[in-house]
């Protein structure tokens, strides 16, 4: 039964050669946690049969799984994303696609820029809508 099994394996990755290490959804999830997500991404690609045009889907679908997980993550790890996105551009033979994904980044980015600005720290209002007060406390 055993052997069986190994055979079929074997005639399986010979015959379906497209097929990814592992799923999108689970690259874009070890990314989401803190893995290293530029080396995630770079073993799924590397691990990518299949034509040209089958890759270039498959990390579509890559990039679209880690984009979606990248709306809920802490600044530093979308970072980390967006520069995995970028990797995975260089990876992609159409040029259209190629610059699609890269524009994808660039929105990762964005929003984290808007995330940083909003977190930075201005002379504006405070948190409950008041002026800060400028002056120590000992002067009041």
Do not use: H, W, Y
């Amino acid at each position: 039964m055993f052997k069986r099994t190994v055979v079929a394996m074997a005639f399986a990755c010979a015959v379906l050669p497209s097929i990814a290490f592992a799923s999108a959804a689970s690259v874009a999830a070890g990314c989401a946690s803190g893995g290293n997500c530029v080396a995630l991404v770079n073993a799924e690609i590397a691990a990518m049969g299949g034509s040209p045009a089958d890759k270039d889907k498959a990390i579509a679908d890559l990039v679209v799984a880690i984009g979606n997980e990248a709306q809920s993550v802490q600044p530093e790890t979308r970072q980390s994303m967006a520069n995995a996105v970028d990797a995975a551009a260089l990876q992609v033979s159409n040029p259209e696609q190629r610059a699609r994904i890269v524009a994808i980044a660039a929105s990762l980015r964005r929003i984290l820029e808007t995330e940083t600005a909003s977190l930075g720290g201005d002379d504006g209002p405070d948190s409950d809508g008041g002026e800060r007060n400028e002056f120590a406390a000992s002067d009041n």
